[in-house]
């Protein structure tokens, strides 16, 4: 399982993936991503210099999120959060994006804690899997709370998770979602509003690319993308 890289730079903080020879970075998600269309993404810059070709993705003014979620008590705010999170995934599923190229691990997601915006790390690479599971991350999300594991709540959601260890639909869940917070007092998206298309996510997320039609980058040739925060440090 991908985890990245902390170098501070001039009291700025960032991850980083160095990028082999073998590694094609694909430009639509690049655009996607780097761009910043898709809410709960992390923005991330391309860096070149001698040591080769990195994606840097600053996380100065972010908390770990699992530093975060360690202290929620409260049942609501808990559940709204993963909303928030299974909303963030329809939109990378409307926009194609694959979830297998996220890292999901406690300790590399990062969120705002005056805005609550939790931030994923994707990586746009072809062919590329972080090899995380989504419904094992979801999990750790809740062992990690500070919330009563005695409690009606947290029981009966590890047993729905349990449950679908192996592949998880998004929708079901969603739905499952709105069926506990009139009990907790939180608020819910609608699902009508959300992409149905395929929310089944499993645990074993093949990140083979499908219908892009997005052109591989030549590491060689990584400041002919265009993009305004390509930079070459010395």
């Not at 219908?211 to 305004?228: H, K, W």
């Amino acid at each position: 399982m991908e985890r990245l890289n902390t170098v501070i730079n001039e009291s700025r903080k960032f991850y980083y993936k160095l990028l082999t020879d073998n590694d094609n970075l694909l430009t639509r998600e690049i655009a996607l991503v780097a761009g910043e269309k898709v809410s709960g993404l992390l923005p991330f810059s391309i860096i070149t210099k001698e040591s080769g070709v990195e994606l840097r993705y600053e996380i100065s003014a972010l908390a770990k999120f699992d530093d975060y979620i360690k202290n929620i008590k409260e049942e609501n705010i808990f559940l709204n959060l993963v909303n928030q999170i299974i909303d963030t995934l329809f939109n990378m599923n409307k926009h194609n994006l694959l979830i297998g190229k996220i890292i999901f691990d406690t300790r590399q997601v990062l969120i705002n804690i005056y805005s609550s915006q939790i931030y994923f790390i994707y990586i746009p690479i072809d062919n590329y899997n972080a090899g995380y599971s989504f419904p094992d991350f979801l999990l750790t999300m809740l062992t990690q709370s500070d919330l009563d594991a005695n409690g009606t709540f947290y029981k009966n959601y590890m047993n729905y998770l349990n449950m679908r260890r192996s592949q998880i639909d998004l929708m079901e869940l969603k739905n499952y979602l709105k069926t506990l917070a009139p009990q907790v007092g939180a608020v819910t998206a609608d699902s009508n509003n959300l992409e149905t298309m395929s929310s089944i996510i499993s645990d074993t997320n093949d990140s083979k690319q499908v219908g892009q039609n997005s052109v591989p980058v030549d590491l060689t040739n990584i400041r002919t993308i265009g993009m305004s925060n390509t930079r070459k440090l010395n």
